[in-house]
Structures are given as C-alpha cells and as structure tokens.
C-alpha cells in the first residue's frame, strides 16, 4: 500500500495526523470521544519507510481498537500491539506478495525491505509474523 493511500485512509476515517517533536516513540495514536489522533515525529518526515510503517501501526490501533491507556498493565499493551502491527503488515506486506516475492527468489530481507518499502526491523517482524500465523 502507498503512502498516500495510508494518508487517505486517516483521512476518510476522520483521524487527525499532525508532525510534532517527540521525545520517546516515533509515533502514538489515541482516540477522544470517538475520533482518531496519530502523532508523528517530526523526524519522520523525509524518511519514507520509517514514516510509512509508523503510521501504517498507529492506524493500526486506530482500525482494529486497539487504543491503550498510558497505565495499562503489560498484557494489554502486548495484546493492543500484536493487533495494531498485524493490521500494518496485512497493509504493507501482503501475505500474496510476500509470496510472490519469495517465489522469484527473493529472500535477502534486506532487498525485501525495499521492495515494499518498509524498514528491515519491519519486514523482518512482518516474515516473523506470517511464519508464526500461516504455518500454525
């Protein structure tokens, strides 16, 4: 999925994407009284795969409901970050193409990575992710 198309979506959903100066993570999604909110470090901006799968996983939380307070316990957060990541290897590394790619020889993650454009920490979540689902 491009880019922009991740931008359409928060847009058509009515979530508000603003850049600011964060300090801890690249990015946090939170919903107030219903709508959607994704902040994203200034810092992304230019940098294409990081920003693409930042916000792909702060839609993520946003699709799926996968919103968290700041106090909530360990399992929460884990069980809130598996869906939210889910949902952004679902868009930016589709199980069909992964597939296609691997046929034609492509194995180096790497070379993956800018295939679909993400990071190699991403795709090689996203490889880790569809072994743990596919193969279960």
């Not at 690249?26 to 810092?43: V, W």
Request: proline share 2%; glycine share 8%.
């Amino acid at each position: 999925m491009e880019t922009n198309k991740l931008y359409n979506i928060a847009e058509n959903e009515g979530i508000t994407v603003d850049f600011i100066t964060l300090c801890e993570n690249p990015a946090f999604s939170l919903e107030i009284g219903g709508k959607g909110f994704i902040a994203m470090d200034k810092a992304l901006v230019g940098s294409n795969k990081a920003e693409r799968v930042a916000l792909a996983h702060e839609l993520g939380h946003l699709a799926t409901g996968a919103t968290y307070a700041p106090d909530a316990d360990g399992e929460t957060v884990k069980k809130q970050e598996r869906a939210a990541h889910r949902w952004a290897v679902n868009a930016l590394v589709p199980y069909a193409e992964l597939l296609k790619a691997l046929a034609a020889g492509e194995e180096d993650v790497g070379i993956l990575a800018e295939r679909f454009s993400v990071t190699e920490d991403f795709m090689q979540r996203a490889i880790k992710h569809y072994l743990e689902t596919k193969t279960a």
